[in-house]
């Protein structure tokens, strides 16, 4: 994409109504407006990287073996009615009349339909275990929408479901949506850890919040440092591996991890004092195990292997995928602006001409850019007239993992600068050795 075409208008001060980081930058990179409260456009920039965590949610997911489906935003309030939710979601349910007096909501969760829906067709034990999920917007008029994303009205979930014909397999559906959380979080460049939560509105006995740590977060952390040193990705467990699986689980409810709600002294006392760790965090995911709370309420019934009825075990696995934009830039950035993890970057690579009215610079970027768009890679070209100074401080803002800046003295020596976003790091090297390096 060449900027002189594109949609991408950044800000060089900071909106005064952002309180935190994130939200700052969000605005001034130009990644969403606000169009009410709590309410936000996603514009070229922010769609993107919103695109991106989308897709490593899904691969994930899928991995793990869940199945991707689609569900209305639309709800119809006689659905809720079946399991009582509706007179018990109070105020932040936003509740709809259609021109036929008839009365909807826009879903803030969909663990009624989407058991309604699995009654309807699931017949036998054969129909089990299933694990569905989409990747939806949803809304709940919060009091207080605030931090822009984070904690906006209308927002992106990815809500994920199990269906399972006892509690053992309900658990081990839990523990492998567990292993997929872990491995989801990690791949976008990110550490969240795992903590106890108490289960609340959705009900039940097994539930863990994924936190980030970040110093706005609203909730206070607790936990064992030993979560510094895992990688999910290196060890070796296999989806479907039960025994691996139940060890995860151990593992992780061994090893110390709470918010200010599940928070428990005496545990935390027995923590090593040298790995404990504390600060704020910010809830990304939240998995819940609710046995048979949905099915009995939506009339959801198997046929056994013996022939008699069974109702299935449930659990539902959320992922607040706009809130992680936030959480990421909170969690990586610098004084100058985001630092994009390179697998959610809007796009990995910047050119930059410092002076665009240079014809032999300017020919040098268009050909660099051109072979890195031939090569495949995501490449966004500041090919503005503006001041060189402008262009660079707008690439650090919008924090693109790899910038290749082009000047006329470098070009005259047939050399460019590649720069490393994160580290700072800048090299002088040839343009051949750029590509070569950009396209590995
Ligand atoms: P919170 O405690 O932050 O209000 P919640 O516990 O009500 O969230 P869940 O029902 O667990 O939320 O929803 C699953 C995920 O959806 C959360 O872990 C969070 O990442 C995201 N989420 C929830 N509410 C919002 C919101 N208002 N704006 C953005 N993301 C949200
Ligand atoms: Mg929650």
């Keep these: 994409m060449r900027w002189s075409q594109a949609f991408l208008p950044v800000l060089k001060e900071s909106p005064s109504d952002a309180q935190i980081v994130s939200h700052k930058l969000m605005l001034r990179a130009g ?30 997911q899928d991995r793990a073996g869940a199945i991707e489906m689609l569900m209305p935003t639309l709800q119809s309030a006689e659905l809720w009615r079946t399991s009582g939710r509706y007179d018990a979601y109070g105020p932040e349910m936003l509740r709809i009349k259609d021109r ?34 989409h990747i939806q917007w949803k809304f709940r008029d919060e009091v207080r929408p605030r931090f822009g994303v984070m904690r906006g009205r209308e927002f992106l979930m990815k809500d994920a479901y199990s ?4 509690e053992g397999a ?27 939560a108490a289960s609340g509105p959705i009900g039940g006995d097994l539930s863990h919040e994924f936190i980030v740590l970040a110093p706005t977060g609203e909730s206070e952390v607790f936990y064992d440092s030993a979560y510094d040193g895992f990688d999910w990705h290196q060890n070796d467990l296999r989806y ?26 005496a545990r935390w006392a027995e923590v090593a004092e040298d790995r404990r760790r504390t600060g704020r965090g910010i809830e990304v995911g939240h998995i819940f195990y609710f046995g048979t709370k949905y099915s009995d309420a939506m009339g959801l019934k198997v046929s056994g292997k013996d022939g008699s009825p069974v109702v299935p075990h449930m659990g539902s696995y959320g992922v607040g995928v706009s809130r992680l934009i936030g959480a990421i830039i909170e969690a990586s950035h610098d004084e100058t602006g985001i630092v994009w993890p390179e697998a959610v970057a809007p796009w990995k690579v910047g050119i930059v001409t410092m002076r665009a009215d240079d014809e032999a610079s300017a020919g040098a970027a268009d050909r660099l850019y051109e072979h890195l768009r031939m090569a495949g890679v995501e490449v966004l070209y500041d090919d503005r007239d503006e001041r060189g100074g402008v262009k660079l401080g707008s690439m650090d803002l919008i924090g693109l993992p ?3 800046i082009v000047g006329p003295r470098g070009i005259a020596a047939g050399t460019v600068e590649l720069k490393n976003r994160r580290s700072g790091e800048r ?14």
């Design 163 to 166: 269906f399972d014909l006892d």
């Design 100 to 133: 036929h007096e008839r009365e909807i909501l826009y879903g803030p969760t969909n663990e009624e339909m989407i058991t309604a829906i699995f009654a309807g067709d699931a017949r036998s034990y054969r129909d089990l275990p299933r694990t569905l999920y």
């Design 240 to 265: 479907g591996d039960e025994a691996g699986l139940k060890g995860l689980f151990d593992q992780v409810n061994s090893t110390y991890a709470a918010t200010d709600e599940t928070h428990d002294e």
């Design 31 to 60: 990644l969403v407006r606000q169009t009410a409260a709590g309410i936000y456009a996603w514009l070229p920039l922010g769609w993107r990287v919103l695109q991106k965590i989308e897709q490593i949610v899904r691969e994930e």
């Design 170 to 196: 309900a658990r081990l559906s839990y523990y492998t949506q567990m292993l997929a959380y872990l491995r989801t979080f990690q791949r976008m460049g990110i550490k969240a850890v795992p903590m106890k």
């Design 427 to 440: 090299e002088e090297i040839s343009l051949e050795s750029a590509l070569a390096r950009l396209t590995a």
């Design 402 to 404: 790899w910038q290749v």
